[in-house]
């Protein structure tokens, strides 16, 4: 996996990319983070650990509400979450509450392929010989898509499959842009960027497509041109896309993702099933050292 050189660190494009998304988050940010969006999830927790402390996240769909920024702990995550949060809830109230009323202001998720209109397809895709792959899918981003002030997605892989034209299936997009559009309807008006491993793109309200604000270092308007399946614009002020600093970085590896989990977006399938395991093996070292040390501190004299 390709990594930039910053300060005394190397950083990778996951941890580049996961604390760019942290970056777009403030104290005033209340963000839900889904179930399959790992990279997300670890990026909420960046910027509560760092610059943003005051902000919400909300994790199990808004069952856990404003928890802490704990580590992404697979063995003790949910009873982490569970035990941090301010309060708890369910799933039709906080859809209700939260969602529709528009009080959600971020839910980054991933995308398998995204077109120049910023229309998201994670439903299935196209071979070269015409048959279909079938994806996962998203779960219930085509419900809240608009409800959001922000409008943030992620490609970790940009490529010509990736970036295209028009996507085939389009199971979900941004399609009140403008406030005008938007403010009747009782929602916020925030940003709408695409983040991949190459560039930041912003979805323009006045041409309704993705126009590169920011360019990861080292990589030529060329280089990003042949990789996107659409003629690029390139934004007036477009500038290289900052890397995170050596204390962010610190964070990031030992406090809120210890076990790597933001690399499972960005590694190929043949790849993912290896990773699974070295993330399975790890997660059980921990958890089991921390059952020694409970032991250890409650076990009478």
């Given amino acids: 996996m390709p990594r930039l050189v910053h300060g005394n660190k190397e950083a990778s494009i996951d941890e580049i990319i996961a604390a760019r998304i942290a970056a777009e988050l403030d104290n005033e940010s209340f963000a839900s983070a889904g179930a399959v969006s790992p990279l997300a999830n670890v990026a909420y927790r960046l910027a509560k650990a760092t610059h943003a402390p005051d902000m919400i996240i909300a994790t199990m769909s808004c069952?856990?509400?404003?928890?802490?920024?704990?580590?992404?702990?697979?063995?003790?995550?949910?009873?982490?979450?569970?035990?941090?949060?301010?309060?708890?809830?369910?799933?039709d109230d906080t859809y209700s509450t939260y969602y529709q009323a528009g009080a959600v202001t971020h839910e980054?998720?991933?995308?398998?392929?995204v077109d120049r209109r910023g229309r998201v397809n994670t439903i299935a895709?196209?071979?070269?010989?015409?048959?279909?792959?079938?994806?996962?899918?998203?779960?219930?981003?085509?419900?809240?898509?608009?409800?959001?002030?922000?409008y943030l997605l992620y490609v970790p892989r940009h490529s010509v499959q990736s970036l295209v034209e028009t996507v085939e299936i389009a199971s979900s997009a941004r399609g009140l842009l403008t406030e005008a559009e938007r403010e009747?309807?009782?929602?916020?008006?925030?940003?709408?960027?695409?983040?991949?491993?190459?560039?930041v793109f912003r979805l323009d309200g006045e041409s309704r497509q993705l126009a590169v604000i920011e360019t990861r270092p080292g990589v030529t308007r060329q280089q990003l041109q042949d990789a996107t399946g659409f003629a690029l614009t390139?934004?007036?002020?477009?500038?290289?896309?900052?890397?995170?600093?050596?204390?962010?970085?610190?964070?990031?590896?030992?406090?809120?993702?210890?076990?790597?989990?933001?690399?499972?977006?960005?590694?190929?399938?043949?790849?993912?099933?290896?990773?699974?395991?070295?993330?399975?093996?790890?997660?059980?070292?921990?958890?089991?050292r921390c059952i020694a040390a409970q032991r250890s501190h409650t076990a009478p004299d």
């Fill in 63 to 91: 069952g856990h509400l404003d928890i802490a920024p704990s580590p992404m702990i697979l063995s003790l995550i949910e009873s982490l979450d569970c035990e941090t949060a301010v309060a708890h809830a369910g799933g």
């Fill in 184 to 199: 009747p309807m009782g929602y916020r008006t925030g940003a709408a960027l695409v983040f991949t491993d190459l560039c």
């Fill in 234 to 288: 390139f934004d007036a002020d477009c500038r290289e896309l900052a890397l995170p600093s050596n204390e962010t970085l610190d964070i990031l590896r030992n406090r809120i993702d210890p076990l790597g989990l933001r690399r499972l977006e960005f590694v190929s399938a043949r790849e993912r099933s290896a990773l699974i395991a070295e993330i399975l093996a790890t997660d059980r070292r921990m958890v089991e």
């Fill in 108 to 113: 980054i998720v991933g995308a398998a392929q």
């Fill in 125 to 150: 895709l196209r071979k070269r010989d015409g048959s279909l792959i079938r994806l996962p899918g998203q779960g219930g981003m085509a419900d809240v898509a608009n409800m959001h002030r922000d």
